[in-house]
């Protein structure tokens, strides 16, 4: 028995929820961690949903993945931040990731889709006030957009940390939902004259520009030749 | 005066409002349709908010833009779509379009950013009962991901129109906002060691697949080939 309690086990996978089991395609959703971490890694951009006056708002920006907990940061200005700031009882958010993979075009309109991989995030946002947490947030959502980047930059000193908010989310109420393949065309469809398949996609990065006043002998350092 | 009254009219821009001007870096924003316009023809992938028990929810879905209109779609049965159904007032939401063009390393943490361009467009939505609108609409949400496709593909038939919902947004309460150009360091920082820079970012597309049951004399069509 000691053998066996001794393997590691699978960390248990996120529980659904009324707002995480989807109305359409739930078969497309998965909860384990380790689905939901990969999406989570492979992107830096959220779109983050708050209710303001009764009404939605939906506004882009960069977050940061440590554990189960999302940060996403911003000037202490910014609405959400402030807003986040104001209650005590934290801002309730729905975050949201998208990668798309693929145009999927079918021989009929109807069944045009799009191969993606998405992350959609339930939970009240809180602000995040202990100096040490904010620090380690900070540094990790510089080095989720580029590994390795927040050991070779100057962090944030005294003024520009009390000018930056930064918002812990908790990965509880969780799904993520993914389609793969080609198109599903009816059997009716399957000799119709048109073209059928999937056109991947996938973002690229260009040859990095450097700053005009980068002092020439600085090189472009590795983590960003294997970018 | 017939001759100056016979140059066309610059159309007006978008008015701002108290949800569409930004209460940080508000320089960045613009309200002029052109720009407006060229970020979403860019794009196909949304992210829309609304607002269901009270709470926020974000979702990724497709969009095509006829003119000053916005056109989301779904099952019948999927939840936004049934809200708006179920609502004679419409839904409100938020739609929210971004493009990543750069990842803008500075030389302090502080100072890293992107590169984008987003629209928020804010409104209430409404479900299309017009057929021919719908029609319409569900065209340009094919020929908005790949142009000319929609002539290209079999159109929806009577039962395909019926299990799909559609949803118009009137482009009003609409703001753009962008970032270009290289990081803006404080000159303090000047001489930190560290190499600072934009590196670029796009979408890219990879070589179509053709579906397992394409026939093999159907030849890959120009507008895919030139996407």
């Not at 001794?6 to 689905?35: F, G, H, K, L, Q």
């Not at 986040?84 to 021989?107: E, N, R, S, Y």
């Not at 889709?113 to 904010?134: F, L, W």
Request: charged share 20%; proline share 9%.
């Amino acid at each position: 028995m000691e053998i066996a309690m001794s393997v590691p086990s699978t960390p248990a996978p996120y529980t659904p929820t009324d707002r995480t089991v989807p109305t359409r395609s739930a078969d497309r959703a998965a909860y384990d961690r380790e689905t939901v971490h990969s999406i989570l890694d492979a992107s830096y951009l959220c779109h983050l949903g708050f209710v303001r006056d009764g009404a939605p708002v939906v506004l882009p920006t960069l977050y940061g993945r440590v554990g189960e907990h999302l940060y996403v940061h911003g000037s202490t200005g910014s609405r959400p931040l402030r807003m986040a700031g104001q209650q005590d009882l934290g801002l309730p958010v729905c975050l949201t990731v998208t990668h798309v993979d693929g145009l999927v075009l079918a021989k009929s309109a109807f069944h045009h889709s799009m191969n993606y991989r998405s992350v959609v995030v339930h939970g009240i946002a809180h602000q995040v006030t202990d100096p040490d947490e904010k620090r380690m947030a900070l540094d990790a959502l510089v080095d989720h957009v580029v590994p390795g980047r927040a050991a070779d930059s100057r962090p944030a000193n005294t003024k520009e940390l009390a000018a930056t908010a930064v918002l812990r989310l908790d990965l509880a109420e969780v799904s993520a939902k993914a389609r793969t393949g080609g198109p599903n065309d009816d059997p009716e469809d399957q000799d119709l004259p048109y073209w059928s398949g999937v056109v991947p996609v996938a973002p690229a990065h260009g040859a990095p520009i450097p700053a005009d006043d980068l002092a020439p002998d600085i090189e472009l350092p590795d983590y960003l030749r294997t970018l």
